[in-house]
């Protein structure tokens, strides 16, 4: 049982220190989670590299997707 709350306060000290590396991106996606991704909304992301190569894909969300965001959702609040 401690393992798994080891490993939740692990997530939220790592996710704290990301967010602070990167507000910007911290805030988009939190403004993307309170605009109620539905089922159809494509999500995409780009990656480039410092050499200039880019690498692109994206992603329709499922009902399955959200079902498993809501348990992240879920998951988080308790633990919060």
């Known amino acids: 049982m401690f ?6 306060m692990k997530l939220r000290k790592a996710w704290s220190t990301f967010s602070g590396n990167h507000p910007k991106f911290a805030q988009f996606l939190g403004t993307v989670a309170a605009g109620k ?9 780009t990656v480039t590299y410092p050499d200039g190569r880019t690498l692109d ?9 959200l079902e498993l965001f809501e348990s ?3 998951l988080a609040n308790k633990n919060s």
């Open 57 to 65: 894909t994206n992603m329709k969300v499922t009902q399955s997707d």
């Open 3 to 8: 393992g798994n709350l080891d490993a939740v």
């Open 72 to 74: 992240l959702k879920v």
């Open 37 to 45: 991704v539905t089922e159809g909304t494509v999500i995409g992301i």
